[in-house]
Nanobody
Framework: QVQLVESGGGLVQAGGSLRLSCAASGSIFIINAMGMGWYRQAPGKQRELVAA???????NYADFVKGRFTISRDSTRHTVYLQMNSLNTEDTAAYYCKADGSGWSIWGQGTQVTVSS
């Protein structure tokens, strides 16, 4: 059983930065083998992929965050981070962490990011 807990969201002015964290608890073996991703969902919109990282550290980003956001993982802390720089109002959304295992996936509860102009 693996659980994900996000943190780090909040209110920030446009141009500012935030770092989101997603801490995994449970089987260390499973956690280290998981692919992880950050998604976001704005009101009235579908949930969309922001960034993903494999167990081997390969990363993938949505075009709208390339050059601004960085995903990373700390295997010793079983935590995945999303460093968000140069935030703009369009980045306002609930951000969710997702873990993908072999034939299964789980979501965290989400953390709200609000960017003011």
């Amino acid at each position: 059983q693996v659980q994900l807990v996000e943190s780090g969201g909040g209110l920030v002015q446009a141009g500012g930065s935030l770092r989101l964290s997603c801490a995994a608890s449970g089987s260390i073996f499973i956690i280290n083998a998981m692919g992880m991703g950050w998604y976001r969902q704005a009101p009235g919109k579908q949930r969309e992929l922001v960034a993903a990282i494999t167990s081997g550290g390969n990363t993938n980003y949505a075009d709208f965050v390339k050059g601004r956001f960085t995903i990373s993982r700390d295997s010793t802390r079983h935590t995945v981070y999303l460093q968000m720089n140069s935030l703009n109002t369009e980045d306002t959304a609930a951000y969710y962490c997702k873990a993908d295992g072999s034939g299964w996936s789980i979501w965290g509860q989400g953390t709200q990011v609000t960017v003011s102009s």
